[in-house]
């Protein structure tokens, strides 16, 4: 039986409530369909590694634009987790507007829950 990764993509802007109705989707899809391995995943974790800037410079990105996010990467992220394979999804600090250096292991799963202000962009 070939396995195959749904991917549900939610967009709105900032304070839209996203990141609820992603809960609310996850809670749901877990508790009434046995997914026990579906996943959210926020776009923010794709901002861009801006370490080549300083924090002030850093602090004047416009993050509400694409160019703020490596989407590439989260493609490939995207069509991996498809593929059954597993990524390692960056982690972005807001504090320091910048990526850490530790990511998230996330293997492959039937549900990904993909929320963010330009996942539809």
Do not use: C, W
Request: avoid cysteine; charged fraction near 25%.
């Amino acid at each position: 039986m070939n396995k195959t990764t749904t991917i549900i993509g939610i967009s709105g802007a900032s304070g839209s409530g996203k990141s609820v109705l992603a809960r609310h989707l996850h809670q749901r899809l877990t508790e009434s369909q046995s997914l026990d391995h579906a996943r959210i995943l926020h776009e923010d974790s794709y901002y861009r590694d801006r370490s080549d800037l300083s924090f002030e410079v850093r602090e004047l990105i416009n993050y509400d634009h694409p160019e703020a996010l490596e989407h590439d990467l989260l493609v490939q992220h995207l069509q991996a987790l498809r593929d059954g394979k597993s990524v390692e999804v960056p982690q972005y600090d807001y504090a320091t507007h910048n990526r850490r250096a530790e990511t998230v292991s996330l293997g492959p799963v039937p549900v990904v829950i993909l929320e963010g202000i330009l996942v539809l962009h």
